[in-house]
């Protein structure tokens, strides 16, 4: 079992639909990030949280450390928000990915 | 003010040959980390380091090295390279050493060095 599970892997969505995407680990960590990969490799740090919930525009982060769980939901879903993202836990110096949610937005 | 860049942006190799792919932080950046990213998968953890020291290794072969120079750019190498190792190669850095969960650890990606091994 993958330390680090992301559900849905595949999510079509149609343009302004809220989005959710979870993502659970079985291990203590100290950090969880949220990346974003558009086609081609690119990779952009959405979030990093320790506890709680952070947000920026649309985009809203939490997660529940005792339940080892977290979720990155998106609000008034875009077509420009297609694109991969990935969960990533940080546990000392090593960090663990997921292996992403593929998301396409549809106009 | 650059971002994290990497070279070169796509290589072609064939078996047995060796690789050298090249990270530059962003300035002021200390930490820098290595990932491999396998077509349709997440990224793998190779390496990260901070001030010049390895401070993680993921598991891969003893093929994979790294080190950090002075101006805290850093080289991944590649040795006796395999079909399997084509691959995304991401470099990212942060301002912390990693232990912390403050914004020093913020992750800056670059975009990557693509390997083909033939």
């Known amino acids: 079992k993958n330390e680090v599970e992301q559900s849905p892997q595949n999510l079509t969505a149609q343009e302004g639909e809220f989005i959710t995407i979870n993502c659970s680990y079985s291990?203590?960590?100290?950090?969880l990030h949220w990346l974003q990969q558009h086609p081609g490799g690119g990779i952009v740090s959405l979030f990093m949280?320790?506890?709680g919930k952070k947000k920026h525009g649309r985009l809203i982060a939490t997660i529940n450390i005792q339940e080892k769980h977290s979720s990155l939901h998106i609000t008034a879903s875009h077509p420009r928000d297609s694109a991969v993202y990935i969960c990533a836990v940080r546990r000392g110096d090593k960090l663990t990915f997921g292996t992403g949610t593929r998301l396409a937005v549809r106009p | 003010d650059a971002g994290v860049t990497q070279s070169p942006t796509h290589l072609i190799k064939t078996r047995g040959q060796h690789v050298t792919l090249r990270c530059s932080p962003i300035s002021g950046h200390k930490s820098v980390s290595w990932y491999q990213q396998v077509l349709g998968q997440g990224p793998q953890f190779i390496f990260q380091?901070?001030?010049?020291?390895?401070?993680g290794r993921g598991n891969f072969p003893d093929r994979f090295s790294a080190r950090q120079f002075p101006n805290y750019s850093s080289e991944l190498n590649v040795n006796a390279l395999l079909l399997g190792d084509s691959a995304l190669y991401l470099c990212?850095?942060?301002?912390?050493?990693?232990?912390?969960?403050?914004?020093?650890?913020?992750?800056?990606f670059g975009a990557g060095s693509r390997l083909t091994v033939l």
């Open positions: 291990v203590g960590i100290s950090a």
């Open positions: 990212a850095s942060t301002r912390g050493a990693g232990g912390d969960v403050g914004g020093a650890n913020v992750l800056t």
């Open positions: 380091y901070y001030e010049k020291e390895e401070r």
């Open positions: 949280l320790s506890s």
